[in-house]
């Protein structure tokens, strides 16, 4: 057995709320958030729990798996991959998602894992945001173009999401606040030296599931914020804005 709660305060209003332990946490009922994921011989399911303020999304995962260099044959949790990627990206200064508990346990039969964060209160996915921000042109550019800003800083810094959707970033933004853009479900990022093609292949995938939503005009803003400022020994920033913006024709 292996657990961390993000600090001790954290601890205790997990656990007035009923989640103050392993075992608390696995036998929690909540219908599941999204369908549950079932493969590598295993499964994984999200619950919003509870229904009410302060409230977590627990990430729960049984023989869910993937292999790694130095765990070819049994792998380790793939939520433990995540915990991992959130602390390097938080160090790296990139906005992701808070952690608030990890832990995993091994029986006879199954290796399980839960990982929680906290709701993102006051946040929209880009996608709820946009469609609820039709009417308020000036905020939609802005929240587009500092999201290219972050999406840059995190390929600057050498990070890769390799899930970018547009449901896998969050904003918090009004007419009078700094605007505030938040990464989730990083299970599958990594670090890669950032080339352009590199580059190229995540904003294709973004822009790929962002067309079906957005419009090319709004998406132009993201692409040229994301292609401003920037230049490298493996980056031509002009050729990704030319290809990015072409698709958008």
């Known amino acids: 057995m292996y657990t961390i709660y993000s600090s001790e305060e954290e601890r205790q209003t997990m656990q007035t709320a009923g989640a103050g332990s392993f075992e608390a946490i696995w036998n929690l009922q909540a219908e599941c958030f999204e369908t549950p994921n079932k493969r590598r011989n295993g499964w994984s399911s999200v619950i919003r729990w509870p229904e009410e303020e302060p409230c977590w999304f627990i990430k729960r ?9 130095f765990h070819p044959f049994s792998g380790i949790p793939t939520y433990r ?13 990139i906005k992701v998602i808070d952690i608030s508990f990890y832990g995993e346990r091994v029986t006879d039969k199954a290796h399980q894992a839960i990982l929680v964060t906290r709701a993102l209160t006051g946040y929209q996915d880009l996608y709820t945001f946009y469609k609820n921000n039709l009417n308020n042109e000036s905020l939609i550019i802005a929240v587009m173009a500092e999201t290219g800003k972050v999406i840059r800083y995190m ?5 890769f999401h390799y899930c970018l959707y547009p449901n896998h970033i969050f904003v918090k933004a009004d007419s009078a606040d700094p605007i505030n853009i938040c990464l989730i479900d990083l299970e599958k990022a ?3 030296i950032p080339l352009t093609g590199e580059r190229l292949k995540e904003l294709k995938c973004f822009i790929r599931h962002a067309s ?3 419009s090319a005009e709004h998406l132009q803003y993201l692409i040229k914020s994301y292609c401003e400022q920037t230049s490298g020994i493996w980056f031509s920033a002009k050729k990704i804005q030319n290809i990015l913006l072409a698709l958008l024709n």
Not at 61 to 69: A, D, P, V, Y
Not at 81 to 92: C, H, P, T, W
Not at 155 to 159: D, E, L, P, R
């Open 81 to 93: 991959r995540e915990l991992k990627n959130v602390i390097a990206l938080q160090r790296a200064g």
């Open 212 to 214: 079906h939503t957005f």
């Open 61 to 69: 995962q049984e023989n869910h798996n993937t292999r790694t260099l």
């Open 190 to 192: 990594r670090r890669r």
């Open 155 to 159: 390929h600057k810094k050498g990070w």
